[in-house]
């Protein structure tokens, strides 16, 4: 006898509808079946509220049409960010993302990997420094900002183009003395293409340039500390700086004011990642703009691709310069 209140099961679908169960099952599923036999079965469904269990549907199919996305925080606002714009190209293809917050904890990224295909997820996306990360061959995997290897695809901005961008606005704007501030992983990355990418502009319009590069978890107070070396009766002795992340440079931005300069009449700064204020209006800085919405785009096409054989290695995009209020608003005219 059924218990009272409990959910309809594809049983009684099949009695409701005076059909086969096999007949439920390939309506379910999409399967063909003969039109009379479809209403009977849709109605049904409808009549009795019967929910498909997608996830015992899914197992029984191979296939979850869940995604994990692996990622160090969503308070970093590129990171937030991201998040968002993938959970919306998989919500757009009837996927669901499984999200796992890591702080940067190399053990608990492995954690997540193990819960993950625990899950029967069916791919995982991943922002991660992790050198020893280890991801079981067959695993469909698209990695962001970092390659993995060969067989794992990789989508990044095209940082070395960003960093180029930016000291070529930076010379646009009048600057001649300049400097690249810098924080982050030592592993070999994408975004540290940025630091090249400056180098090379710095180089093709002559500008000269200093360098603060500081690794992860090195104490900001070192900025300070550069910064306050570069004073000359009360004014400092760069008129340009790139910060590689936004971050750091509303950060920079704040140490300039306490020093009493004023941005960008006397120092002109530019990030990277084009964070706005409450993620949606003005930018907080003068920014290479990252095209996280396409970014998060190409990572579920790619992933969701059946044929691994013919996906890129490395996909990089292009990103944009946008006015931020820390640089002069049009170039200076010679």
Do not use: W
Not at 254 to 271: A, S, T
């Amino acid at each position: 006898m059924k218990k009272v209140n409990s959910s309809p099961t594809m049983k009684d679908v099949a009695a409701e509808a005076g059909v086969a169960l096999g007949t439920v099952s390939k309506v379910v599923n999409g399967l063909p079946v003969g039109e009379d036999y479809r209403i009977r079965v849709e109605d049904a469904i409808r009549k009795l509220n019967y929910q498909v269990n997608s996830y015992a549907q899914g197992l029984k199919l191979n296939k979850t049409r869940t995604v994990a996305l692996l990622i160090p925080n969503t308070v970093n606002p590129f990171y937030g960010a991201l998040v968002y714009h993938i959970n919306i190209a998989l919500l757009k293809r009837s996927y669901r993302m499984f999200l796992c917050s890591t702080d940067s904890d190399s053990g608990l990224e492995q954690e997540y990997i193990k819960m993950a295909q625990q899950n029967k997820v069916d791919g995982i996306i991943g922002l991660t420094y992790n050198p020893d990360l280890i991801i079981e061959k067959g695993t469909p995997f698209v990695a962001i900002d970092r390659s993995m290897g060969p067989e794992i695809p990789c989508v990044a901005s095209d940082n070395f183009a960003g960093g180029q961008l930016a000291a070529e606005k930076l010379a646009d704007f009048g600057c001649k003395n300049v400097a690249f501030l810098r924080s982050g992983s030592s592993l070999t990355n994408e975004p540290n293409k940025r630091k090249a990418g400056f180098e090379n502009g710095c180089l093709s319009r002559n500008l000269s340039y200093e360098m603060k590069i500081l690794e992860d978890g090195d104490s900001y107070e070192e900025f300070d500390e550069f910064l306050t070396e570069h004073m000359r009766n009360g004014k400092l002795t760069f008129d340009g700086i790139f910060c590689v992340t936004d971050g750091l440079a509303y950060y920079i931005l704040k140490i300039l004011q306490k020093m009493n300069q004023r941005i960008p009449e006397d120092v002109q700064l530019i990030g990277f990642d084009g964070t706005r204020h409450m993620g949606v209006q003005d930018y907080i800085c003068s920014t290479i703009v990252q095209p996280v919405a396409e970014i998060a785009e190409m990572c579920v096409e790619l992933l969701l691709q059946e044929n691994m054989s013919v996906k890129p290695p490395l996909v990089c995009l292009p990103v944009t310069y946008a006015y931020g209020g820390t640089t002069s608003e049009y170039p200076k005219e010679e």
